[in-house]
């Protein structure tokens, strides 16, 4: 796919197209929107199915009505950005899960940032634009030093101490991961091409130890992290999921994937395998102490 049908993509985020030029108030729309309606998911993965990291692959898997993970997200929303009008570049970043991991651009995430939009609490116009982080940012954030509150969340922006010249984004500490450090130059999707073929193919990947739906609202966000929803923020509460049907009614009604592409046969592989881990997890944690409630 060399063609972005951009009104097609819009109507994806329920957005009529833009009247007007590119704008910090419309940025801000965009990004909700696509946080709200195309989840962070790694399903693909579970069902061992390969995918590319071609902005345009990317995009005709949100217009089919998926999501995928950073480079898909992220890759996809560039070009409707750039299509758009707005100045995006791409970064190298990398995602820190823990306190105990190693900071720095590892490769893992792309990062995006949007420039010549000044405002009153952007001066210079650049914004740090990040659809791909799953529970973090809701909408874009001033590329400038502070805290930034978003909901029940509160976020840090600093300069890097890992990457010179670059930034850190410290998300909340009730997240899913610890922070994120992206360098300053731009880079192009070749540079995540082995991170992609690792995270998706490795037994040591860590998306393949548990499959992740994640998805962002104004007042919090919703977590599938194998059969454990969480919902963070406004109406705060935990569940295991227990039964197949309940599962895929739960990505269609809470994540909006109904996943039209999936055979029934896959979902029910699926399931099997989910149920394994899960049964795996709880033997582990009763290994270490009591499971979650």
């Not at 996943?259 to 989910?274: G, I, M, N, Q, S």
């Not at 709880?282 to 102490?289: H, I, M, R, V, W």
């Amino acid at each position: 796919m060399t063609y972005l049908d951009v009104s097609g993509y819009l109507r994806r985020l329920r957005l009529p197209v833009p009247d007007g030029p590119p704008s910090a108030a419309a940025l801000r729309r965009l990004h909700a929107a696509h946080v709200e309606t195309v989840p962070y998911e790694t399903i693909h993965i579970w069902l061992d199915h390969a995918t590319t990291i071609d902005p345009h692959d990317s995009a005709a898997r949100v217009l089919r009505g998926r999501g995928g993970y950073c480079f898909h997200l992220n890759g996809a929303f560039s070009l409707l950005l750039a299509a758009l009008g707005y100045q995006v570049t791409r970064h190298l970043g990398g995602v820190q899960g823990s306190a105990d991991d190693p900071a720095g651009a590892a490769g893992n995430h792309l990062a995006l940032t949007v420039s010549g939009l000044p405002s009153p609490e952007c001066p210079d116009g650049v914004w740090l634009v990040d659809v791909g982080l799953g529970d973090a940012v809701h909408e874009p954030l001033p590329l400038v030093e502070g805290e930034y509150r978003q909901g029940p969340f509160t976020y840090r922006l600093r300069r890097s101490t890992a990457e010179p010249g670059g930034w850190r984004f410290d998300h909340d500490p009730r997240g899913a991961f610890f922070g994120m450090d992206f360098r300053p130059e731009p880079v192009d999707m070749s540079a995540f091409q082995a991170k992609h073929h690792f995270l998706s193919t490795s037994p040591e990947s860590g998306f393949r130890t548990a499959l992740a739906v994640q998805r962002r609202d104004a007042t919090g966000a919703d977590v599938l992290r194998g059969l454990r929803l969480t919902r963070l923020g406004s109406g705060e509460g935990a569940s295991t999921v227990g039964s197949a049907r309940d599962y895929f009614e739960v990505l269609a009604d809470v994540f909006g994937l109904t996943l039209a592409d999936v055979t029934p046969a896959e979902k029910d592989a699926l399931w099997r395998r989910l149920g394994a881990a899960h049964e795996k997890w709880l033997a582990a944690a009763g290994a270490t102490g009591p499971a979650e409630g």
